[in-house]
């Protein structure tokens, strides 16, 4: 099954494996895309029998799908060091392969996360200049573009002043690219806003990021506190990996929690239904405003390609949530983009912080 030739196609390469809810979802998802977005084309990995059947079910598909035989899966009890050794049959690495060799713009995968980045790391390789990759995620706030972006919230637990550094650069790329912010505020996320509270690391990235902010075009709002990640003083929170993934567990379980209380709420009594039933219409659209299916897809960063990360337990509505980000990002030509912010600031590998534009 080969892809239609078309000028402005977008080719995604799917890991159609891997995910709590199978292929069947996966599938799902990228049709659901297919309908809305014609110039999306995909390359999808798998076992060849399981994903054409699937696909062949799918008329939005038609002509638009290019299958990757892969007879392993990555799977969420997998040790990424053991992937690595043994994981070249996978679809998860297949699917890495096909940004590698230029086949397509952005890698969309709902894998585990750890093996996802590791084997990234090894295929796709670093930027240079960059120690340690992030995975930054878009999260629900009051900001005119109804987002902020968080990173790093799980690649690495470690992170120094220069590593935060170069994640508040990245997330200024990503920004501008992804959301259309054209002058980002960049925040490091603390335990408090006065300068001299926090960790030596969070103290000295406060220095190198306030240094570099003029030249890189973007403000510098300081540090920010847990409260402002939903918020609006700043468009980027910069924080390291240990941090960032459990105020990112938090925020789903929260979520949750908000969409069972209200139902609760309103299944109280006979008033509060009928309540319920007058209040449909708003309750519909906070229900989608914090639906973190609708916002699923971290994107990894520092990398010499784009991978979206979905989440493992996405469905349909999740795969393409995350299609419609890696669309975005392809549109963008975001890769380059964040190349070109990290080559700019080549200071940041040595004692210096002034960066050369």
Same mark, same amino acid.
């Given at each position: ?8 196609? +977008? ?42 059947? $699937? ?10 799908? /290019?299958?990757?035989? &892969?007879?392993?899966?990555?799977? %969420? ?6 992937? $690595? ?11 890495? =392969? ?5 086949? &397509?713009?952005?890698?969309? !995968?709902?894998? @585990? ?10 295929? #796709? ?25 968080? #990173? ?16 508040? #650069? ?8 992804? #959301? ?8 490091v996320l603390n335990v ?8 030596? /690391?969070?103290? =000295? ?5 306030? !240094? ?6 973007? /403000? ?18 910069? +924080?390291?990996?240990? *941090?960032? @993934? ?5 925020? /789903?379980? +929260?979520?949750? $929690?908000?969409? +069972? ?19 449909? *219409?708003? %309750? ?24 979206v990360k979905s989440h ?39 004692d210096e912080t002034k960066?050369?534009?």
């Amino acid at each position: 099954m080969s892809l239609e030739r078309s000028e402005n196609r +977008t080719v995604l390469s799917i890991d159609a494996m891997g995910g709590d809810l199978g292929p069947a979802a996966v599938v799902a998802g990228i049709s659901s895309s297919a309908k809305i977005n014609p110039d999306l084309h995909f390359i999808l990995h798998g076992p060849e029998a399981e994903l054409r059947r $699937l696909v062949n079910r799918r008329r939005a598909l038609a002509g638009r799908v /290019e299958i990757r035989d &892969a007879t392993d899966v990555v799977t %969420m009890d997998d040790k990424p060091s053991q992937v $690595l050794r043994t994981g070249r049959n996978t679809s998860m690495w297949s699917a890495l =392969e096909a940004v590698r060799a230029g086949e &397509a713009e952005v890698c969309v !995968s709902c894998g @585990n996360t750890g093996a996802l980045m590791a084997m990234s790391m090894i295929r #796709l390789r670093k930027l240079e200049g960059v120690n340690r990759p992030a995975i930054a995620v878009l999260w629900p706030s009051q900001n005119p573009a109804g987002f902020n972006i968080m #990173l790093d919230v799980g690649a690495d637990v470690r992170a120094d002043a220069r590593d935060l550094c170069q994640y508040a #650069l990245m997330g200024v790329s990503y920004a501008r690219n992804g #959301l259309d912010i054209k002058y980002p505020r960049v925040g490091v996320l603390n335990v408090g806003t006065e300068e001299h509270k926090g960790r030596a /690391e969070l103290k =000295e990235a406060h220095t190198l990021i306030a !240094s570099l902010a003029d030249d890189a075009n973007f /403000e510098f709002v300081g540090f920010v506190e847990g409260g402002d990640i939903p918020g609006t003083k700043c468009d980027v929170i910069v +924080t390291d990996g240990f *941090t960032g @993934n459990i105020a990112l567990k938090t925020g /789903e379980g +929260t979520a949750n $929690l908000i969409g +069972t209380l209200l139902r609760e709420a309103f299944a109280y009594t006979p008033l509060s239904r009928l309540a319920s039933l007058l209040a449909l *219409t708003s %309750m519909r659209r906070l229900k989608k405003r914090i639906d973190p299916r609708r916002v699923n897809g971290g994107v990894f960063l520092g990398l010499n390609g784009t991978v979206v990360k979905s989440h493992g337990s996405a469905d349909a509505t999740g795969i393409s949530a995350a299609i419609k980000l890696a669309f975005q990002l392809a549109q963008s030509d975001f890769s380059k983009k964040v190349a070109a912010r990290v080559a700019s600031t080549p200071t940041l590998a040595q004692d210096e912080t002034k960066p050369s534009e």
